[in-house]
């Protein structure tokens, strides 16, 4: 039987499918994950260098933040797109940390393809693997030391560590941000059954070009991008109460159709009278509340502005559903569905609502709240790219301050840490034995990637400064790492230079468990009529771009 199928060739898949398999396909996956791993390598750390990414449309975004450069990239494949996964991931969970996470899982398969062409099968590098990234998360925890929402100076440090790699936060710049970053996040965090909790979407970030980044400024409430509706209402109310509305001022059509026989001018002007009395009573119920400011996120009849104009209330209308939200934690009022439901329970309070212009728009702002639980950040730059990367930089710092409170811990940086971990975990090697202890010694050489990539962006010789951590290390100086800003060792702690346990954490795990996956898969099988490789075919198991 075997002897008549031998000669035969088998077709399984359909025509023009093509396929790589065994140590091919394993080449193919961790040659890709290399490549994309490598793209942002050189973004890493406050020397890191910047990538343009240019649109198929022109759009031109000017980075050096991981996550939006993976997401600009728009890789085609499969194991560029774990990558990418990683990059979202590390962003959703601590919103920091995206380009350590990636090129750690680049090193970590680069390592792990040293060790197949050894003969090591991929079970035995995945189990040591795991071992070796539960290990350091251990370990981690060890080295870490606690912090609070009430240490601001350390929370500081920590925002201004994680936006240094951004180029518009020179200077004093950092500083500046990093304070306004904080003082939002303590105003919003929420003590429950003793831990601390945080949510960032009520930190509202408003973009405005203009001015620069040092005119970025925090407000204790709500920044509201629509204009007052009418010319005679106030501009300005001190000590406003705030009616927020989710129903519209205006006369509803009716959802059937129907139609009306006017017969004489009258009858018109009732009609008329009576549209008018309707939209009257709808302002008088505003009014009756006892409110200064309303604003509506529906929309609001031109008749019952000019009323409202008359009772000497603000009005905004439109106003974004998430706007209503953040408006509603910031004065304490609460939305209501309908005016009958209005009440003068339901109002909120703010110190100020005033409309200003801001970059030749007018904007509501509604501020000096009373422990409002919603703030916003209006960030300033001179034009839209250094918005949009000061955006990035904010984001970044609110999401490693976030990580650090909730976490309540954090571990010094600068390379001291993943130093610290790499020469703990070759220790843990030894005990561990067998060839799992080569795959463990693999993953400690993979965490120096940090400290090496950090001493080459600054000018320093990556392999006499790994080789100086270790032995410093060796004898006790475990805060030890990298000065970016003068190219020399020092003493981490000592100059602040620190970061979330959180974010460490999560790195670890993400690309622990996509080099875990990667190295699993030993078959790539590729439908007909998709581009698997610059060849067009992937028979040879060639590296895809």
Do not use: W
């Amino acid at each position: 039987m075997q002897g008549q199928l031998s000669g035969q060739q088998v077709l399984v898949l359909p025509e023009g499918s093509s396929r790589v398999f065994g140590r091919d396909a394993q080449r193919t996956n961790i040659a890709v994950a290399y490549a994309v791993a490598n793209a942002v390598k050189s973004t890493l750390g406050p020397r890191g260098m910047d990538k343009m990414m240019v649109s198929d449309l022109g759009d031109i975004v000017i980075t050096n933040d991981g996550a939006t450069i993976l997401k600009e990239m728009n890789v085609e494949h499969p194991a560029a797109k774990m990558m990418v996964e990683i990059a979202k991931t590390q962003d959703e969970e601590v919103g920091d940390g995206t380009t350590s996470a990636v090129v750690l899982a680049g090193e970590l398969l680069h390592k792990a393809l040293d060790l197949l062409d050894q003969d090591i099968h991929a079970s035995t590098i995945i189990n040591g693997y795991k071992n070796a990234a539960d290990k350091a998360i251990t370990i981690l925890g060890e080295a870490s030391e606690k912090v609070a929402l009430k240490d601001e100076k350390l929370l500081q440090e920590i925002a201004s560590i994680s936006m240094g790699s951004k180029t518009v936060t020179a200077g004093n710049t950092k500083e500046l941000l990093a304070a306004l970053v904080v003082k939002a996040i303590r105003q919003i965090a929420e003590e429950k059954d003793g831990k601390t909790y945080i949510d960032k979407d009520y930190i509202k970030l408003e973009k405005k070009q203009g001015g620069e980044v040092d005119l970025t400024t925090l407000i204790s409430g709500v920044l509201i991008d629509k204009e007052i509706v009418h010319p005679s209402m106030p501009k300005k109310l001190e000590n406003a109460k705030i009616a927020l509305v989710d129903t519209a001022l205006e006369i509803e059509k009716t959802e059937t159709d129907a139609r009306i026989n006017i017969t004489s001018p009258e009858q018109m002007t009732a009609f008329l009278e009576q549209e008018e009395k309707m939209l009257k009573d709808m302002v008088e119920k505003v009014a009756k509340s006892g409110c200064t400011a309303l604003f509506c996120q529906k929309g609001i009849d031109d008749v019952a502005q000019h009323y409202l104009a008359k009772k000497g209330i603000l009005a905004a209308r439109r106003v974004k559903k998430s706007d209503m939200e953040k408006l509603s934690r910031a004065t304490g009022g609460r939305v209501v569905t309908t005016l009958e439901d209005l009440s003068s329970k339901d109002l909120g309070h703010a110190g100020l609502v005033e409309e200003r212009k801001i970059a030749g728009e007018q904007m509501v702002f509604v501020e000096k709240c009373k422990e409002p639980k919603s703030v916003t950040l209006l960030v300033r730059g001179g034009s839209q790219h250094v918005v949009d990367e000061a955006e990035r930089a904010i984001v970044d710092a609110i999401g490693a301050v976030t990580s650090a409170v909730e976490e309540g811990k954090y571990v010094t940086g600068g390379g001291s840490i993943e130093i610290n971990l790499a020469m703990r975990l070759r220790k843990y090697a030894i005990e561990v034995g067998g060839r799992e202890q080569l795959a463990i010694q693999a993953f400690a050489e993979a965490l120096e990637i940090i400290p090496r990539v950090l001493a080459e962006s600054c000018g320093m010789d990556a392999i006499d400064t790994l080789v100086e951590l270790r032995a410093k290390h060796e004898k006790g100086h475990k805060g030890l790492g990298i000065n970016i800003y003068e190219a020399k060792l020092a003493d981490m702690r000592g100059l602040n230079v620190i970061e979330p346990m959180k974010v460490k954490k999560q790195a670890i795990q993400s690309a622990s468990e996509v080099t875990e996956m990667i190295l699993r898969i030993d078959d790539i099988i590729a439908a007909r009529g998709r581009p698997s490789s610059p060849q067009g075919g992937m028979g040879g198991g060639g590296e895809f771009d």
